[in-house]
């Protein structure tokens, strides 16, 4: 269940300090760590303490302080790495390596080597496809915030 600590899942095991991290930074409601298995040295984890395992299960009451912090720690990692800046990015079920929401915080350089997104892109073939695109998202949008209130 959303919210519960999973004793299967490694990030809960972090929380309760059943399993060793480098831990950058915590607070109440989340906890930050050294990624194992950095893009760049400085690569770290954020996490909220209570198991949601999306962005989409994350309640309304944790959005703001999950990305206050996320939002300290980019700053931290740009100081404290001297990075001339950050990417900020997180998976939702696909290549979620960890079924527990992470951000990740990768301290970048000009010239560092990555380029855009760690992904092919895919332009649309035609004006008419991007419409269709825009209009699907856009229905999605108003269907959800009308049950949203």
């Not at 909220?48 to 700053?75: G, M």
């Not at 419409?131 to 998202?137: F, H, K, N, P, S």
Request: glycine share 6%.
């Amino acid at each position: 269940m959303a919210g519960e600590t999973h004793q299967v899942c490694l990030f809960c095991q972090i929380v309760n300090g059943e399993l060793a991290a480098r831990i950058v930074f915590e607070d109440d409601d989340c906890l930050a760590f050294l990624d194992h298995r950095p893009v760049f040295p400085g690569h770290c984890l954020l996490i909220p303490k209570q198991h949601y395992e999306t962005l989409i299960d994350l309640p309304a009451n944790l959005i703001e302080p999950v990305f206050r912090d996320v939002q300290l720690l980019a700053r931290a990692v740009e100081v404290g790495m001297q990075a001339h800046g950050t990417f900020v990015g997180m998976n939702n079920r696909v290549s979620q390596s960890v079924a527990h929401l992470h951000v990740h915080v990768v301290p970048r350089r000009r010239k560092d080597g990555l380029r855009g997104f760690f992904w092919p892109r895919y332009p649309y073939k035609s004006d008419e496809e991007a419409d269709a695109v825009q209009q699907a998202i856009r229905a999605a949008v108003d269907d959800l915030k009308l049950k949203l209130d």
